[in-house]
């Protein structure tokens, strides 16, 4: 019984220092960055689009961290600067990924800022980019003989849509539509991000 109490108590240790540094520190470091300027918190609907996001498992092929020149080319992608701690003020829990079987989404909201692209490429990826392997979401909408005054209806390329009839977002469609819009990290970096030690080494890429 004795030999396993060195063992247990080994295992506590390295369970606790992993939790010190990959939950404790983060956090504590996050709570001192100030909310900065340019970034509101979201919005009901926004944060409703926002559960959808993360019930979608979004994350498993989006991330939402560009990185530094020297770690990938995400400034050259048009995909915004590496982002930083304060970015994710608003974030719980974060969706920064790490898989990018679809491109960056940090900055999604700039870079389409139309909720006609957002809502059709829901429903049907491949209405817009034949060869996209993403997955359609069609039960986020639905088939209409046709469109009530508060309808939003999905525009679809030939071929794509009902033989007869309209596509309308449903609510769920619209809050996360909503979100990815809201999704703009474009703000000056703050200035206490400029203080952390190696941010402009990394932003240059030396």
């Known amino acids: 019984m004795n030999r396993y ?9 390295i369970l606790a220092f992993a939790t010190l540094m990959l939950v404790i520190a983060p ?6 960055h100030a909310v900065p300027k340019g970034l509101s918190p979201y919005s009901e609907q926004e944060s409703r689009g926002r ?22 080319p995400d400034v050259e992608r048009g995909w ?6 304060g ?7 974060h969706q920064l990924g790490t898989m990018r079987t679809g491109p960056d989404l940090l900055n999604v909201g700039v870079r389409l800022p139309s909720e006609s ?32 005054p508060e309808d939003t209806v999905v ?9 007869s009839g309209v596509v309308v977002a449903r609510q769920e469609a619209l809050d996360l539509t909503a979100y990815l819009l809201a999704l703009d990290r474009t703000y ?11 941010y402009a080494d990394r932003e240059s890429g030396s």
Not at 27 to 32: D, P, S
Not at 80 to 85: N, T, Y
Not at 87 to 93: A, E, G, I, R, S
């Open 5 to 13: 109490l060195p063992l247990v108590l080994i295992a506590l240790g």
């Open 27 to 32: 956090g504590v470091q996050i709570a001192q």
């Open 51 to 72: 559960e959808q996001y993360v019930s979608l498992g979004c994350v498993y092929c989006h991330s939402q961290q560009p990185r530094s020149p020297d770690q990938a």
């Open 80 to 85: 915004g600067r590496p982002s930083v701690a």
């Open 87 to 93: 970015d994710y003020v608003f974030d719980q829990p």
């Open 117 to 148: 692209w957002h809502l059709t490429h829901l429903y049907q990826p491949r209405a817009i980019f034949g060869w996209s392997i993403m997955p359609a979401y069609p039960y986020l909408f639905e088939e209409k003989p046709e469109a009530g």
């Open 155 to 163: 525009v679809l390329p030939k071929g794509f849509g009902p033989e």
């Open 188 to 198: 000056p970096v703050p200035e206490d991000a400029l203080r952390d030690d190696g």
